[in-house]
């Protein structure tokens, strides 16, 4: 056996299932007792992505720590799940505490949180072999930015790939401050999920700004990126009925988060961007009017943007289908709506009276957005009757300002943008897909064919609902770009089957 090829032997382990032991699923760790070949082979896989606790971490140290014949250990790790638990005891004193002492026990909270990911980093600094790695950081619910924090944030040159999913996290700009520590960072994943707030509150709009304010700052901290992958959703209402309010500051028109994204993607390193779920205005899409011919995004290949039914100024990008009955159904809901929107009024109110760029010296009021009528809390997402499926002429304008920037990207080979309707089937969504000659579409988060016989030429896909096609402004702008000899392919979907 110890004959044969570590490429062999690697092939042949490749085979073999993983996963933890049980009666009927074995594990990799009896194949390591065949050799000492075997074993390293082994380990080789297994110690290529783990899952560590912060409580785990002097283990992890002796487990990779050099001598012992460990170096195949250290070269193998590619991914870490980094999980920093809460300090004993936090989650009961922030139940119990008055809410001028909660603050403080969040900033202990982030400031350990904060030492332990150091001692994370001197520990994968000491191996003598200098590797990069994928780290995914899972911080307790309770982390909450303070200065303090910030100045404990170490740096490594080891991270290539930073990751982060939590729908917890409070701060999205304690992620920035991390990434710009992070000084070879080349890749970033974060899925930020806030549901818990009505649509246009004081704290998610300050969330949004200062995540804003705090992503223009990678473009020099971390000018190695080359991918960006971010899903920061705000919720969208399931009932489509009520006036969707306007989640930018007071009396600005100025979508501070569409700048900010825009800024990013003219990195000169930055390949692919991916955005999911994301509350974003034309704003996003603008050319400069000094220099309307200058490529805007000069490096990016491939972009994928899943953006919100919502506009971020107020509105919605969809309506009704021309063609079917304007009846108001649900009626029962009406009450509903207009206690909701009596709460969006009183948060645009607080917010016209807040200094967003000041620093908060106190937690959010936990309570702001919780609003009771007769039938319990009310929600801007609980279910109502669906209708909006048919594109807004304001979502034709933006869909030919999409046409007009994708011309103007030299190295584009896949630009697939589309929004999915909240209460309707997987299938009925407003998508398109662009793809260069060559170019094959095998991602599943859009549904196009991954091969055809077409893949040769430039190809538009659609899918769409019945009888929806492109109006003469946006089809003359795909067209300038696809050239002749190309192909536009509608995949329809019935209206009518919600």
Not at 481 to 498: A, C, V
Request: glycine content about 2%; charged content about 25%.
């Amino acid at each position: 056996m110890n004959s044969l090829p570590i490429e062999v032997l690697t092939n042949i382990i490749s085979y073999c299932p993983t996963g933890r032991p049980s009666r009927s699923h074995q594990c990799l760790g009896p194949y390591a007792l065949v050799s000492r070949q075997w074993q390293q082979v082994v380990e080789r896989r297994v110690f290529s992505s783990l899952k560590l606790r912060s409580s785990e971490l002097d283990f992890f140290n002796t487990l990779y720590s050099a001598g012992g014949g460990r170096e195949h250990r250290r070269s193998a790790l590619r991914k870490l799940r980094f999980i920093i638990e809460s300090i004993p005891g936090t989650h009961e004193a922030l139940e119990s505490e008055p809410p001028s002492e909660r603050a403080a026990a969040r900033y202990r909270d982030t400031e350990i949180a904060m030492h332990v990911l150091g001692k994370l980093y001197s520990v994968l600094s000491s191996w003598s072999l200098k590797k990069a790695i994928i780290l995914e950081i899972e911080f307790p619910p309770e982390t909450c930015l303070s200065k303090s924090a910030i100045d404990l944030i170490s740096t490594t040159e080891l991270v290539k790939r930073f990751e982060f999913h939590s729908t917890a996290q409070r701060d999205p700009i304690l992620l920035v401050h991390i990434a710009a520590r992070m000084h070879d960072l080349q890749e970033i994943k974060w899925e930020l999920n806030d549901y818990d707030k009505s649509i246009n509150s004081v704290s998610r709009r300050k969330a949004r700004y200062d995540f804003a304010k705090q992503l223009r700052s990678l473009v020099e901290t971390c000018s190695s990126l080359r991918t960006i992958e971010l899903r920061f959703v705000n919720e969208t209402p399931a009932d489509e009925s009520i006036v969707v309010p306007s989640i930018l500051l007071p009396r600005i028109s100025l979508d501070h988060l569409s700048e900010s994204l825009k800024l990013l993607s003219s990195m000169t390193r930055l390949t692919t961007l991916v955005l999911h779920s994301v509350v974003i205005s034309e704003q996003f899409f603008e050319q400069s009017k000094s220099s309307p011919k200058t490529p805007m995004w000069p490096s990016l290949s491939h972009v994928k943007i899943n953006y919100s039914p919502m506009v971020a100024d107020g509105g919605w990008f969809f309506e009704q289908e021309p063609s079917s009955e304007d009846v108001e159904r649900f009626w029962g809901l009406i009450s509903r709506r207009i206690a909701l929107e009596r709460i969006h009024k009183t948060q645009e109110d607080k917010a016209k009276v807040i200094d967003f760029d000041q620093e908060y010296d106190s937690e959010p009021d936990e309570h702001e957005d919780q609003i009771d009528d007769e039938d319990g809390y009310l929600s801007d997402t609980e279910w109502a009757d669906p209708f909006r499926i048919w594109p807004s002429q304001r979502l034709e304008a933006m869909l030919t300002m999409m046409a007009q920037t994708a011309a103007q990207m030299p190295a584009l080979k896949v630009f697939a943008a589309g929004s999915d309707a909240p209460s309707c089937a997987p299938y009925q969504s407003f998508q398109f897909c662009y793809l260069m000659p060559g170019e094959t579409h095998a991602d599943d988060l859009w549904n196009f064919p991954r091969e055809d016989q077409h893949k040769h030429k430039r190809r538009l896909y659609w899918q769409v609902p019945r009888s929806w096609r492109m109006q003469d402004d946006l089809e003359l702008a795909w067209r300038h770009l696809l050239g002749p000899e190309s192909i536009i392919d509608y995949r329809d979907w019935n209206t009518h089957e919600h």
